[in-house]
């Protein structure tokens, strides 16, 4: 029996009311953390005040923060300096947190797309076909443990070009979600409507794309849901190795300038993303998922 409307917006109002009470606290906890500390007369020579100062510890500042952490007003005015004009560029070092994104988003774009036309095609054969399923199994089990950075290396030697290997470290990490839960989907068709496919002579290409896909398609969205969680998650390791434009590579260049805030703010980018794309794949996956 299915629960009223009514109870379910009840119960997404209470999870909002939840959420906003955690980052509540969490702000808090950052606010208590970052308080001004009560200055003590410490002797401290020349040599460790510019070390403290490059460290964003500064003993003669007005703010009395000496935790080197940003405060929230920090952070504040980070985050507006950053989303005020995220598209400026001033050369390689310097450029805005959007163009980043857009590098980091055009290389997993394409890998991912290069890792759907391989994996889901190849899913299909394998979840049609135990022979298929008993020859590629082996390789499939040897290759899936794989680190996809530990492919970087080899990536960066044979094609020697970094933006390129990103892509095709993208690709290498987004295709074993995808075929595995491809083959798992397909093979898990419902056999009585397979067989009514062949009662009434329905052609291979036909029986594929009009029962096992739709049969399917949750098992594969789940499979590419995971395989874009991967492969954003991989794309900042990347970009911090191969370097030149990104976010990662973005984080990795804030971190060599000791600006911790804009490390902080770079972090909270990715996460913001990230939760936008799982958004987007949960969305499309309830939109092919058959309730009763």
Known sequence: MRKPVSWWRTEQAKAAVLSLLI?????????LATLPKASVAVQISPEQLEYMKLMGKDPGGNSGNTSGFPTLAQMG?????????????????????????????????LGYLIAMLVAIPLGF????SPLVYRALDP???????????AWMPLALYTIKDSTTSGIFVI????????????????????RDWLNV?????????RTAFEVILPAAAPTILTGMRISMGIAWLVIVAAEMLVGGTGVGYFVWNEWNNLSLPNVIFAILVIGVVGMALDLLFGRLQKAVTYVD
């Open 171 to 190: 690709f290498i990490c987004s295709v074993w979600p995808m075929l595995i839960n491809t083959a798992f989907g397909v093979a898990g068709v419902r």
């Open 139 to 149: 390789f499939i089990q040897v290759l899936k443990p794989i680190s996809p950075l």
């Open 77 to 109: 005015s980070t985050i507006w300096t950053h989303l005020s004009d995220p598209f400026y560029d001033n050369g390689p070092n310097d450029k805005g947190i959007g163009i980043q994104l857009l590098h980091s988003l055009g290389r997993v774009g």
């Open 197 to 205: 496919s062949r009662t009434l002579e329905v052609s291979r290409w």
């Open 125 to 128: 054969a394998i979840g049609m």
């Open 23 to 31: 980052l509540l606290a969490i702000l808090s906890v950052w606010h």
